[in-house]
């Protein structure tokens, strides 16, 4: 039998955004696909209705892939493959596997010589990137930067040497409701004349990216509390 194909399917990055952001590509291979491994049960149940595509979301299996999901889980998880049914991985937003537990499903698939299939969709980081102004040829994301403020001071200005020494853009994020305190951070370690790009809310209508110097960010007021946002900075000159 035919083993059936693992698909890296988009979301949103912001609710009410699917008619525009969602590519009919993704809503047909949503529409044919009964079987899906998500990191969010709730998020992805409300993503395929608001998709609109005439589903019925009890017909439809969703197994949970994500963080703390173990190797050992996998055949289990991926056994529809085997049946020549299909598979669509989803993330709780953007992208599967950038970022995201869904690339543990896609490592495994590989492994067993499944067809791996990305969709085209939203990525914030990608996005931000795109909309910085910095160098696209040479980044790195970091995830989240430590918590505590001597590790985190530590850590933007080790991100900001490298960035200095490689002309490298660094695009980093945080949990939503401390943005405003990595905001302040970074206004205090940065060097005055480094470039710090704020992108938040991505994809949605008050969607904001704005690139100054760490020195011009210090008379703006800003509110990130709550806030998806991408954060990037860079230390060469353009």
């Known amino acids: ?100 537990p869904g690339s543990l499903g896609v490592a495994y698939a590989h492994t067993k010589g499944i067809q791996v299939v990305p969709l085209s969709g939203p990525s914030s980081m990608f996005l931000a990137l795109m909309a910085s102004g910095f160098n696209g040829q040479s980044f790195a994301f970091h995830g989240y930067l430590p918590i505590d403020k001597k590790e985190r001071a530590t850590a933007i200005r080790e991100l900001e040497k490298e960035s200095l020494r490689k002309n490298r853009s660094q695009i980093f994020m945080e949990t939503p409701f401390r943005n405003n305190q990595l905001l302040q951070d970074l206004k205090q370690h940065l060097h005055p004349d480094t470039l710090l790009c704020i992108a938040k809310n991505l994809t949605a209508k008050d969607e904001t990216i704005l690139t100054k110097t760490a020195q011009s960010w210090k008379k703006t007021e800003i509110d990130l509390h709550k806030i998806p946002t991408v954060f990037l900075i860079y230390a060469s000159k353009i």
């Not at 890296?8 to 525009?20: D, F, N, Q, S």
């Not at 491994?37 to 949970?64: C, H, P």
């Not at 994500?66 to 989803?90: C, F, R, Y």
């Open 1 to 100: 039998m035919k083993k059936g194909v693992l698909y890296l399917i988009p979301t949103v990055l912001a609710e009410g955004t699917a008619e525009k952001i969602i590519s009919t590509q993704v809503k047909e291979v949503i529409l044919n696909t009964r079987y899906f491994l998500v990191e969010n049960l709730r998020t992805a149940r409300r993503y395929i209705s608001s998709l609109k595509l005439g589903i019925s979301i009890g017909d439809l299996d969703f197994q949970v892939l994500d963080k703390n999901s173990t190797e050992g889980q996998m055949a289990q998880l991926m056994k529809p493959l085997w049946e020549g049914h299909d598979i669509g991985v989803l993330s709780e937003a953007g992208c599967p596997g950038i970022a995201d």
